[in-house]
């Protein structure tokens, strides 16, 4: 399988009076979509704000394609739940930021705006935008300096669903023109499976990851394809299993659909 990209090794990692993370170990593969899952306070944007360097307070090492990662690395791409959009600059200003005043004309921003379906907009601000469309520009602004490894938080939690689903749609083809890695932090199973190589299903107090599952599907994914359903049902059974002891009839349960899953997958 060779080196992983990103090596993520996480001794420990607090805040005061409240251990967030302890022994969390996390390898993505070049060009694999990774989400992680869990209930709210279980670390899961910690973990991001780590490997992007916003936060070197912790005992551990975060590791790209084998070297150790320099706090605020060139290299990872952050999206967060807001596009966070520089209101007195134009969107082409905005995707190409970090370049200053040049960066507005640089050739890259037309072609990433063509590419997230805003061709023609780089001369808008972004009070002239919707919800979808200022993400969309955070998108692009994140691929403007190619970077290995992007990271996202909850990156479509503030739009309407028919527009997330749109923007899950537009994330997929963007991974794989750039051939990009992604990680990505969600509360939606729903997207999870849907948009997901790999998920890793933390569990609290202090955070960690409780289970990882392989998806094992092809990319291009139908959203009423039944084994998204039963992967769903998995992963929630995984959460709710994370609370503590359960009766053995859930557990047993949990069992069967794992069964009908398998049984799915060698019917297909």
Not at 87 to 92: E, F, Q, R, S
Not at 102 to 119: I, Q, S, T, Y
Not at 150 to 162: G, N, Q, T
Not at 223 to 234: M, T
Request: glycine share 10%; charged share 25%.
């Amino acid at each position: 399988m060779g080196e992983p990209l990103l090596q993520a090794e996480i001794g420990s990692k607090k805040y005061p009076q409240h251990e967030v993370l302890r022994d969390l170990s996390l390898s993505i593969r070049a060009g694999e979509i990774v989400s992680l899952v869990g209930e709210s306070g279980c670390g899961k944007s910690t973990l991001l704000r780590l490997i992007a360097g916003l936060d070197t307070d912790y005992s551990g090492s975060i590791r790209l394609h084998g070297s150790p990662l320099r706090p605020h690395p060139a290299a990872v791409g952050v999206v967060f739940q807001e596009p966070r959009l520089l209101p007195w600059l134009t969107v082409a200003a905005n995707v190409g930021f970090e370049l200053g005043r040049a960066g507005a004309k640089h050739p890259r921003v037309d072609e990433l705006l063509a590419e997230v379906g805003l061709a023609g907009k780089g001369r808008f601000y972004p009070k002239q935008l919707s919800g979808g469309m200022a993400q969309r520009v955070a998108i692009a602004r994140a691929l403007f300096g190619q970077p290995k490894v992007l990271l996202l938080d909850e990156p479509f939690s503030a739009v309407d669903a028919f527009t997330r689903m749109r923007l899950q749609d537009l994330l997929r083809r963007v991974a794989e023109h750039h051939g990009a890695t992604l990680l990505f932090v969600t509360h939606d199973i729903d997207e999870a499976v849907y948009l997901s190589d790999r998920i890793c299903v933390m569990q609290a107090d202090p955070g960690r990851i409780r289970q990882e599952v392989e998806i094992g599907l092809p990319r291009q994914r139908d959203r009423g394809d039944p084994r998204l359903a039963l992967l769903k049902s998995r992963i929630l059974a995984l959460l709710d299993d994370g609370h503590g002891d359960r009766s053995k009839a859930e557990r047993g349960s949990d069992e069967k659909e794992v069964v009908k899953l398998n049984l799915l997958k060698l019917a297909v």
